[in-house]
């Protein structure tokens, strides 16, 4: 968040910028118009970042850790301790880091409910192959090494994410992360 609160003001302070609610925005005579608070505005190009937010499921009775604290190690050790047991919903890139910060964490016990199984990125020659989906960096390393290594930690569980699962495991959280993406906003 600092950088790009940082990027934002470095480039607020070389354009000319207007801050508040997008009221109206349309196409008319080869422009966009804008109204932003009691300012028109006409630009020839606009830039709609309206962000996004994790998505949520409903699993009944569970504590959960929002997945933007949760993504942060240091955020994340303050909503846990070592005699906690975490689950993580999710098995892509932001569920393996979670996972990964939480075996540095030295927690308890971590149970993680996925779909698929772990996708790697890697290069394809000249390309790079499950870029969009694919673990990489530190994660793939951790993924590699340390999940599906040839001496898993034992208090690492995965397992398939089904109804008969979330049974018999969610019922052992203390606390739950939903790592199944984002939606735009």
Do not use: M
């Amino acid at each position: 968040v600092p950088a790009l609160k940082d990027i934002t003001a470095h480039i607020r302070a070389h354009a000319r910028s207007y801050k508040g609610w997008l009221k109206d925005l349309h196409f008319e005579n080869d422009f966009w118009c804008a109204q932003v608070g009691d300012i028109a505005i006409k630009a020839r190009h606009v830039i709609l970042a309206t962000g996004s937010h994790p998505r949520e499921l409903n699993y009944e009775n569970l504590n959960v850790i929002p997945l933007d604290y949760a993504l942060d190690k240091v955020t994340l050790a303050t909503y846990v301790n070592q005699d906690s047991t975490i689950g993580i919903i999710g098995g892509s890139h932001s569920g393996i880091l979670i996972i990964k910060y939480l075996h540095e964490l030295a927690i308890k016990k971590i149970i993680n409910l996925y779909r698929s199984p772990i996708v790697y990125t890697y290069d394809a020659g000249g390309w790079n192959a499950n870029a969009f989906n694919g673990l990489k960096g530190s994660t793939a390393d951790f993924a590699r090494e340390v999940l599906e290594g040839p001496n898993p930690p034992a208090n690492i569980i995965r397992a398939y994410n089904n109804e008969e699962n979330r049974k018999k495991y969610l019922p052992e959280c203390d606390k739950v992360i939903y790592s199944v993406g984002y939606e735009p906003n």
